[in-house]
């Protein structure tokens, strides 16, 4: 779907929209980023990726083996597959959206990533992102904040993320989830979420996942949408209504974007991408070393999207790994979507 010319007239006209204090419910099935195709979900595989295969071993291992320029190459051709260009820096200046009223060099981002256990984001993948932002958008470099609100403590010491663009901050919990917000139904009640979020201090955030087992609660893995556990308090995830919970926060404004209070539609948003690092990736999880090394990568711009494609064609179909049908369809039908919806009927877009 050729849209951006279409919908880069209309952001053109954003700098103009109000955005009311209210709180507002997502409108199912209506559009979030207004550039590129919702439900597009593009993926690759490349045993070059990395230089040495040692499925089981440590993150500090794993970023000796990722060759950087091959995963800078292949985010590049992700990022004009999802746009579908061929020019990398066209494909990240769609992409990513300029907030309203605002320059670049003042917009701020927020990259959540995960730190629990013993699988975190790899280096070059955290270092593409960061210099597609501040070397081809003009973000600058201390304005983008790495976190984890529940499991970053000691991140700067146990994750040290080479290459970074000079300036960009690993922030850790980042203060962790301190401040209440509404989550809408199917919760509909209030929940602790990282405060950068919830004052409207952060204009972009990005969701940069790993590919991991869990409980048949969330579908059986854990990817992009669970990976906010972490920028939301993860402690209602864990009782009655865990998934209605783990949907809900990922309806929210403080990860969407700003909402019209009376249509629901997203005016500006602000999780714009979201990636799933699988170079190495696990069957079973959340804890533990991975399991096997698929070196892939997938992204999309939306986040049950993005894991319902990545949980049903690579990690069922590819892998051979479960997941729950009727949770991991969900995820589908609480956005207003069925996978009748999705292009190439549900499946990854190979680059």
């Known amino acids: 779907m050729k849209s951006a010319a279409l919908m880069g007239t209309a ?83 769609t992409i990513f959206v300029k907030p309203p009223r605002k320059a670049w060099s003042d917009t701020v981002v927020a990259i959540k990533t995960n730190h629990i256990a013993r699988q975190h984001t790899r280096s070059a993948v955290m270092a593409g992102v960061c210099r597609a932002l501040t070397d081809i958008v003009g973000v600058k470099a201390s304005h983008i904040h790495i976190y984890d609100g529940c499991h970053g403590s000691g991140m700067d010491r146990e994750t040290p993320f080479a290459g970074l663009p000079e300036g960009t901050r690993i922030q850790g ?17 209030e929940a602790k979420c990282v405060e950068h979020l919830v004052n409207g201090t952060v204009d972009i955030l990005v969701n940069i996942s790993m590919c991991k087992g869990h409980s048949s609660t969330f579908g059986g893995f854990t990817m992009t949408m669970k990976n906010h556990f972490g920028t939301f308090a993860p402690s209602h995830g864990h009782w009655v209504g ?30 714009q991408l979201c990636i799933v690092d699988a170079l190495w990736a696990s069957k079973h999880g959340p804890g533990g070393n991975p399991s096997h090394q698929p070196n892939f990568l997938a992204m999309g711009v939306t986040s049950p999207v993005v894991d319902y494609v990545t949980a049903t064609r690579f990690r069922g179909e590819k892998m051979g790994w479960s997941y729950d049908e009727e949770a991991t369809r969900r995820l589908l039908t609480e956005f207003g979507y069925g996978e009748s919806d999705l292009p190439q009927a549900g499946r990854i877009i190979e680059i």
């Open 11 to 93: 952001a053109a006209a954003w700098p103009m929209i109000f955005v009311p204090k209210a709180r507002a419910s997502y409108a199912k099935k209506t559009l979030i980023h207004p550039n590129v195709h919702n439900l597009r979900v593009v993926g690759i595989t490349d045993p070059a990726m990395t230089t040495g295969v040692e499925p089981v071993c440590d993150w500090a291992r794993q970023n000796e083996l990722v060759s950087p320029k091959v995963v800078f190459e292949n985010m590049d051709k992700l990022a004009c597959g999802l746009v579908e260009t061929n020019k990398p820096e066209e494909a990240w200046r």
């Open 173 to 189: 919990r980042w203060g962790g989830s301190n401040t209440s917000t509404s989550v809408p139904k199917p919760w509909d009640s």
């Open 242 to 271: 865990a998934q209605d919970y783990f949907i809900a926060i990922n309806q929210t404004a403080e990860i969407l974007g700003p909402m019209d209070g009376r249509t629901g539609k997203v005016l500006y948003p602000r999780q």
